[in-house]
């Protein structure tokens, strides 16, 4: 079966930097969406990145656009979301996912789209 796991969360100050790692397994297909949504106490799930597998393609929300990189390793079994600049409102419990069967689509935010979910990891930015 599809599994995920999301690593490299931690405890950072404002202006920092973290690298989050989403490793999966068990799906070889090339028609997939793997994206990073997060959560933070109070507030929805909100969709924050994502990169096709078929082409590579990233698309970004708007609050973190030219701040975070989302990319893949040296196989497409691990991607990485790369945090810069971070603020106290990125704080939040960081999940990645992984949609099946997309066809053409490149840019999928709603979480109804993602089969595959990682356990998650914490980011706290501090001030």
């Known amino acids: 079966e599809v599994q995920l796991q999301a690593s490299g969360g931690g405890l950072v100050q404002a202006g920092g930097s973290l690298r989050l790692s989403c490793t999966a397994s068990?799906?070889?297909?090339?028609?997939?969406?793997i994206g990073w949504f997060r959560q933070a106490p109070g507030k929805q799930r909100e969709w924050v990145s994502c990169?096709?597998?078929?082409?590579?393609?990233?698309n970004y929300a708007d609050s973190v656009q030219d701040r975070f990189t989302i990319s893949t390793g040296n196989t497409k079994n691990t991607i990485y979301l790369q945090m810069n600049n971070l603020k106290p409102e990125d704080t939040a419990i960081y999940y990645c996912?992984?949609?099946?069967?997309?066809?053409?689509?490149?840019?999928?935010?709603?979480?109804?789209?993602?089969?595959?979910w990682g356990q998650g990891t914490q980011v706290t930015v501090s001030s």
């Open positions: 996912a992984l949609a099946p069967d997309v066809g053409s689509l490149k840019r999928i935010t709603n979480w109804g789209w993602y089969n595959y």
């Open positions: 068990g799906f070889t297909a090339d028609d997939y969406v």
């Open positions: 990169i096709a597998a078929l082409d590579s393609t990233t």
